[in-house]
């Protein structure tokens, strides 16, 4: 970036740790005030400033396009995930065969299932 001869290298915000100074250094260079700006200015403002690659995430995941297409996958991967538990608990014997049993309990019982053939493989 140019310096103008009469700008001094105390202007220079982006040196400054401090974020009152940066923010200050912004304003005065009209990039970041309270009054609307003129859209020339202002694009030419955020043009000087690359987003970082996290903005470009946020900013790409707060679409609505981006936010129902995460929503789908969510939604077949839950779905998926249910199925699978469906059939793990089709193989598991229970009195009564029809009860209700959560994802842990299914597990549980999985487990102790396999180890009941083992044992009866080992006798």
């Keep these: 970036m140019m310096l103008s001869p009469d700008q001094a290298e ?3 915000s982006w040196t400054q740790s401090d974020p009152e100074t940066m923010l200050n250094g912004l304003k005065s260079a009209g990039c970041a005030s309270d ?3 003129e859209g020339e200015e202002r694009a030419k403002c955020k043009a000087e400033q690359p987003l970082s ?3 470009k995430r946020r900013r790409r995941r707060a679409t609505a396009k981006y936010r129902s ?9 839950v779905e ?3 199925v699978a538990f469906a059939e793990l608990r089709k193989l598991l014997p229970t009195l009564p065969p029809d009860k209700k049993l ?3 309990e299914i597990l549980r019982l999985a487990i102790c299932y396999i180890s009941y053939l083992n044992h009866v493989l080992d006798v």
């Excluded at 297409?69 to 991967?77: C, D, G, P, V």
Aim: charged fraction near 40%; proline fraction near 4%.
């Design 80 to 82: 998926a995930f249910n």
């Design 69 to 77: 297409a995460h929503a789908t996958r969510e939604r077949i991967r």
């Design 102 to 104: 959560s994802k842990i």
């Design 35 to 37: 009054e609307p700006a």
């Design 53 to 55: 690659r996290e903005e």
């Design 10 to 12: 105390a202007d220079l």
